[in-house]
RNA sequence: CCAGAUUAUCGGUCGAUCGCAUGCUCUAAUAAGAGUAUGAGGAAAGUCCGGGCAGCAAAGGGAAGGGCAGUCGCUAACGGCGACCGGGCGUGAGCCUAGGGAAAGUGCCACAGAGACAAUACCGCCUGGAUCAACCCAGGUAAGGGUGAAAAGAGCGGGGUAAGAGCCCGCAGUAUUCCGCAGUGAUACGGAAUUGGAGGUAAACCCUGCCUGCUGCAAGGAGAUGGAUUCUCAAGGCCUAAAGCCUUAAGCGUCCCGCUCGUAAGGAUUCAUCAUUUAAUCCGCUUGAUCUUGAAGGCAACUUCAAGGCUAGAUAGAUGAUCGACUAGAACAGAACCCGGCUUACGGAUAAUCUGGCUUU
RNA sequence: GCGGAUGUGGCGGAAUGGUAGACGCGCUAGCUUCAGGAGCUAGUGGGCUUUAUGCUCGUGGAGGUUCAAGUCCUCUCAUCCGCA
């Protein structure tokens, strides 16, 4: 789990990184980044819709695997950066580790932010 | 040993590394660091019921609407639970059961059938016209056949008749009432009297009895002081007058009433000063119909008493990630104001009590 | 979290407790045309086969009430909507 300062507040701060932010898209993931001056540290949120596994601990396992890759490699992230990934499908809960982290450092490294 | 029935408990553990939230303490000084303690469920789920709590002026009575339905109990309450009764299923342990009222009234009963409920004679049987027979016509007949889910709807034997029929009788049986006895009671057992009567459906309207206001934590609340305007401010008494107190009336009480009861001080708008800046933050928020153990009462649900404990409180949402071992890439699954139930999902493990069958002693 | 609605052929969408599938779109065949479209006529309605006046399944699913359920009752599944 990320420390509260890498996780967003409240509901219009998501707002504004979804109007100014840029996408990536993977297969089964999407990235949305923006560059907040007003900030000192970068911030994260996954969002998962129901639509994807209607059971909640499938997504919160996935919400929280996400954030696990992002925790172990918080040194190389450069710059106050908004995160929001989307995601688009279930297997995430259930591939391995490696090729998760992979993937979402394979979305991070095309936004050149590590 | 095999096959079952019921109930209860558990539902990953250990180790290593890296992390998160809250409380407390210290450093520190408004932003962090260190230490330490604690950190999802039996269903947290579905949101199907019931309550607490909050707001709507929320006491009372009534109407409409809604709900429930064997009896007795338990409970804060319930559509829940327990015990018992009746009915059904099973060899049995046991399981299932929306189980008031159809002579209060209304509606409906398709198709088929002669006739579908104060309705009916199609075939058959019998009598007559009418006579040897057939056909036909009129009448009698609900025993037999046919139609249908259901046909005057409960059988057997005898009498009776033109033919028949509870038309009459006996037995069996049904229903109702009364008595005795057991029980708080539903009811059971025994006895007596009456009963020959036109169905089903109330998870159709309805009747009877009982319960019930609506909205939901996204409820609801969140600065202080002073001033002005306006709405409702009636009558009488005490008093020189004001203030204050008392009595009565009107008004209001979100469907109706205003007999009872409550209601007198508040509401709305606006100005000034400081405080605050916006889907944020704080309160509500977790000590509660609470949990554990023991004792007592009760068949039980449950209740009472004593001692001890504090056991999630997040807010884009904490309880996790990776690796290894166990014996197997553990099932269903994530608190969101809080409780009591119900229902549904669930790989497996353990324990207790009981039933049937087989074998051995 | 709280509240509410819907579910019927391939699609849309009817049906008072009484033969399920009206009607429209579609699909198939025929007529018309040089050809296609449009139009007109008839048929088909899920599955199976013997191609029929056949058998069987069927109103999201499972039970119940009823002689009989798409309709009434209970539970459940899926989809959709609203509330700061």
């Known amino acids: 789990m990320l420390a509260r300062n890498n996780r967003f507040h409240g509901y219009s701060s998501l707002n504004w990184a979804y109007r ?11 990235l949305k980044y ?3 001056q007003r900030r ?3 911030r994260v949120a996954v969002v998962i819709s129901r639509k ?6 499938v997504r919160n396992r996935i919400r929280r695997r996400i954030y696990e890759v992002l925790r172990s490699n918080s040194d190389a992230i450069k710059g106050n950066y908004d995160l929001i990934f989307s995601v688009y499908g279930d297997e995430l809960a ?3 580790s490696k090729e998760l982290e992979v993937m979402v450092k394979g979305l991070l490294k095309r ?3 590590i």
Do not use: F, M
């Not at 100014?20 to 999407?30: A, F, N």
């Open 94 to 96: 259930d591939i391995s």
């Open 34 to 36: 923006a560059n907040n």
């Open 52 to 57: 994807v596994n209607k059971s909640a601990v």
């Open 20 to 30: 100014h932010g840029e996408t990536i898209r993977d297969h089964k993931l999407s």
């Open 111 to 113: 936004a050149n932010i």
């Open 40 to 42: 000192h540290t970068y």
